[in-house]
């Protein structure tokens, strides 16, 4: 399967290290491996998506083990449905996307992980030589129309009429969002009043929801643990200095995890 080119939608052909469409429009590859399909004007930011401390904080914290619940109960999925080609959006540094391209291990087919953020997909690249990487926004996905057998999104925002453009009928979209009780602990240290979160029910148009997960489990931290869960948080940025000062000098710090995978399906389409 060939990318697409960002700014005309022609297919992308690739010309020694680098990727031009009939338009003459010429996207190279990096050194290590992944392709910048992200043009500035395309750019909300000179550098958008998580910074480099954000994509270590994730790194480490995902390294050790704290979330390979729900790596395994997506990955549990996708070897029941096993996708020829799948897309992970928002892979970040691909800690996921790594154990996704594993299920489908000999199995033929492709597994691509896409970022806005340059760090993070230059991270991902350098590990996981078995998935093809590529920057480039949600909201304007480089492939062509009914590419993809499934698509992961893990807390990531994308187009939905991309998606439903993307996909096989029949294929599958699989998300995975925070539940009512997500992080509720991390929360109570940075709110004066706590709610739980709140699901906004999604709008998935061409698309029939088929499975509902709920994974759940509770975390036993350190306190250098729960700096790094609040460093690739969202809440890193509105935690005051006591907050980072407490975890840092904390034993222990339990924290509950509570999430929402959700599978859809592709409509067929009309005979």
């Not at 992944?34 to 480099?52: A, C, F, I, M, T």
């Not at 509770?218 to 006591?242: C, D, H, I, K």
Request: hydrophobic share 40%.
């Amino acid at each position: 399967m060939s990318w697409l080119c960002p700014l005309c939608y022609s297919p992308l052909v690739q010309t020694a290290k680098s990727f031009c469409c009939d338009n003459r429009h010429q996207f190279d590859v990096a050194r290590e491996g992944y392709l910048n399909l992200l043009p500035v004007q395309h750019k909300r930011s000179k550098e958008p998506g998580d910074s480099g401390e954000m994509i270590q904080a994730r790194r480490a914290f995902l390294d050790a083990g704290h979330y390979l619940p729900l790596r395994e109960t997506i990955s549990d999925v996708l070897q029941q449905l096993s996708p020829e080609v799948l897309l992970d959006i928002g892979c970040g540094e691909g800690y996921y996307t790594g154990a996704f391209a594993e299920v489908r291990a000999g199995k033929g087919g492709e597994t691509y992980g896409l970022d806005v953020s340059k760090v993070a997909i230059r991270y991902a690249a350098r590990r996981y030589r078995g998935v093809r990487f590529c920057v480039a926004s949600s909201q304007r996905l480089p492939f062509a129309d009914a590419s993809m057998d499934a698509i992961i999104r893990i807390f990531a925002p994308c187009n939905a009429a991309e998606l439903a453009r993307v996909v096989k009928p029949g294929g599958v979209v699989i998300t995975a969002t925070p539940g009512p009780r997500h992080l509720y602990q991390l929360k109570e240290l940075i709110y004066q009043q706590v709610e739980l979160h709140h699901e906004v029910s999604e709008e998935m148009p061409h698309f029939i929801l088929k499975q509902t997960l709920q994974p759940a489990w509770n975390m036993a931290l350190s306190g250098e643990q729960a700096v790094t869960l609040l460093q690739m948080t969202p809440f890193a940025w509105r935690a005051r200095a006591e907050v980072w000062q407490q975890l840092n000098h904390a034993v222990h710090f339990a924290c509950e995890t509570d999430f929402v995978v959700r599978v859809w399906e592709r409509e067929k389409d009309n005979p």
